[in-house]
């Protein structure tokens, strides 16, 4: 039995299929189209999925979406009436949003947005539009496919976004029994949401309702500090160990927490809440409008405009944000315990890629062991929506626990050898063996080295397959790295891939991360022999990388090991500023377009003279 997982009309589309409960294929749209976080509708994707199981659309038997128009109706209704009566009182002209909002439960807004005039009308329609795509589904995969929608025979699922969120974190988790947080943006009018997973349910013990959110403070003071673009959240997270959390106090007023794990923002310093949040993808990635109000300039001054040079008010402020996000999210997680009593977590949501966030939360909460799924963000909303289906709908026992995240097309040796001899590249052939010390030589010796082996991530980060590795120990490699390659801003820490059985030589904490989802300490003695991948607050944002879950990579590390007593590469992702590169031709294009110094595809090799 096929199940298909669909994400769609939403940021991150992607698609994912199980067989039997077995996970086939996960893939997110952005790495077929090139644009990032791309919102549409994943029909590459679907179709990936479908040849990776080597099956039509017309086999499959059961396809999700992970929105449900109908999820929290009364509260939607509720919301939108109060809104409505407010504004007939003001005279507003936004009660067409709220038509609009009502209709969608704010998961997923417009496309091709336009705040009044004829424009407000368009934003209605398109809103509408999206809302009437995510009901019929069938209608909407059937066109994208080309394929006659009396021909499918699959039973159609709209499967709540955070019960989508959570079902990513424990059906696939090593837990039998677990506590279980979905921590957002929104999704289906609700921001956060808690639960207990045992055996083949999930269970919801509380949540967090639309305006309210985490995630919503983070991306509008992301947006107040310059930085505009869909995923630029990571970016403030990078600046915040800079600066002071001098201005906690404010931020306690903005966000403000209360009993039973709730939490409330405070609605003066946004615009969420009155006019909707405009989420465009013309262009295919998502553009959202500001969030924030101008009692957010009152509080802090003038904004950043994007691109000015950084002050410390800006770092203090990021810092601010960071540290008050935590006190938030371990006030949820403390509650979230006290009602299980488990140590076990299953962490999901946009959030949840809060590396720092997470790191900190063994230190911080009574839990003890922690899964987060690799694509914690929206397009792991489409595992746990196959997931949701296999397990809590059709009552299913569990499978097994996703290890790795390695999901995505592959390339055999010959087919990267017919690309190569395409591009009229010379390059060198290597046995399994001479592969990784090659390759592990040249890291030793300085050279910058693309590595595109296996199967592409699915989740946002590289793990070894599409990556870009180098040296650790060569401090300047930050600064090379960035001129050739990745020109990011230069506050943001490059992330070490280490050895499993090491982690405990160069880390205050041991509890395996390897989907590079968490930050931790790096030992105050081993900074110094690794200073490319140390943060300026001594932190790293590790990957723990096991011969079980890949092999190949594992073994470059040792080699790398073998030659310099270091158990530890720098990985960064094989791309610029694109989406992460999916095919080999991708990868000689970057290597073609950068200064990378060799491209390792399979066991191939090409180098730059
Ligand atoms: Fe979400």
Redesign the pocket.
Known sequence: MYILGINAF?GDAAAVIIKEGKLIAAVEEERFNRFKHCAGFPAESIRYCLKAAGISLQDVEHVGI?RDPSAHLHKKVFFAATRAAKQAAGGSVRKYADVATLEEGF?TLSNGSHPSGPGLFRQVRDRLGNAAKVRDLKEELARALGVPRSDLRAKFHNIE??R??LASSFYVSPFERAALL?I????DFISTMWAVGEGNSIEILGQVEYPHST?ILYTATTQFLGFPHYGDEGKVMGLAPYGQPRFIEEFREIIRTEDAGQFRLNLEYFRHHAEGVDMTWDQGSPVIGRIYSDEFRRTFGPARVPGASLTDRERDIAASLQLRLEEVCFHVLKHLHQLTGLTDLGL???VAYNSVMNGRILLNTPFRRVFIQPAS??SG?ALGVCFQIYNGVLNHGRGDEMEGCYTGPDFTNDQIRTELEGNKLAFENFSDEDVTKRAAQDVANGLVVGWFQGRMEFGPRALGNRSIIADPRRAEMKDILNERIKKREPFRPFAPSILEERVDDYFEQTHPAPTMLMVYQIKPKMRKLIPAVTHVDGSGRLQTVSRKVNERYYQLISEFNELTGVPVVLNTSFNENEPIVCTPQEAINCFRNTRMDVLYLGNYAIRRY
Request: hydrophobic share 10%; aromatic share 6%; proline share 0%.
């Open positions: 939403h992970s998961g976004h955070h989508a969120h979905s957002d943006g929104f999704g995630g999901s949501g946009g963000g929206d909303t």
